[in-house]
T-cell receptor
Framework: DAKTTQPNSMESNEEEPVHLPCNHS???????IHWYRQLPSQGPEYVIH???SNVNNRMASLAIAEDRKSSTLILHRATLRDAAVYYC???????????FGTGTSLTVIP | DAGVTQSPTHLIKTRGQQVTLRCSPK?????VSWYQQALGQGPQFIFQ???????QRGNFPDRFSGHQFPNYSSELNVNALLLGDSALYLC???????????????FGSGTRLTVV
């Protein structure tokens, strides 16, 4: 199984940027890096994904290390609605399932 | 555009009973995956259905079975319920990925199963 390692929890002040790290040292060349977040009592929600290059969308940015063994999800201005558990997942190209870890619980302080 | 719909939202069953959970995928999606999420844990992959066949399976016993219908909707069945089966059961839909990891899932809000 493709494995990722994330801090259990992080805190951020409202309206400040948040950098959520993820280590995936066993990544192979064709594995995609996906990020999902889960709010209380809801299913996981897609945030962003990438393969090699940094990616931006309306929700966040994904910075991928040159050796691809780590990545960072960047929330540019944290809001209270961003408080959630964030999962970093490797999507194995030859398989169709995601392997979730325990994620990072993000607390946003007003 | 409706996303993934799961029913029921909550369910209480007794040990030894059987349960069926239902999922309607997002419009345009033909692949359905099921996940089990215990309290405080990340979701664990149960199995995936495409073209009415189970395509991949996680490390779950045969008590967990499923079905996909021609309209792409899916059911998850669990027999001989154990207390440890209490969890949030999530359905996720997607286009069939084939050999690429480029696409993501759309998840439903889940069914909360409590076994007493």
């Amino acid at each position: 199984d493709a494995k990722t390692t994330q801090p259990n929890s992080m805190e951020s002040n409202e309206e400040e940027p948040v950098h959520l790290p993820c280590n995936h040292s066993t990544i192979s060349g064709t594995d995609y890096i996906h990020w999902y977040r889960q709010l209380p009592s809801q299913g996981p929600e897609y945030v962003i994904h990438g393969l090699t290059s940094n990616v931006n969308n309306r929700m966040a940015s994904l910075a991928i290390a040159e050796d691809r063994k780590s990545s960072t999800l960047i929330l540019h201005r944290a809001t209270l609605r961003d408080a959630a558990v964030y999962y970093c997942i490797l999507r194995v190209a030859t398989g169709n399932q995601f392997y979730f870890g325990t994620g990072t619980s993000l607390t946003v302080i007003p | 555009d409706a996303g993934v719909t799961q029913s029921p939202t909550h369910l209480i069953k007794t040990r030894g009973q059987q349960v069926t959970l239902r999922c309607s995928p997002k419009s345009g999606h033909d692949t359905v995956s099921w996940y089990q999420q215990a309290l405080g844990q990340g979701p664990q992959f149960i199995f995936q259905y495409y073209e009415e066949e189970e395509r991949q399976r996680g490390n779950f016993p045969d008590r967990f079975s499923g079905h996909q219908f021609p309209n792409y909707s899916s059911e998850l069945n669990v027999n001989a319920l154990l207390l440890g089966d209490s969890a949030l059961y999530l359905c996720a839909s997607s286009p069939w990925f084939g050999a690429t990891g480029a696409y993501g899932y759309t998840f439903g809000s889940g069914t909360r199963l409590t076994v007493v």
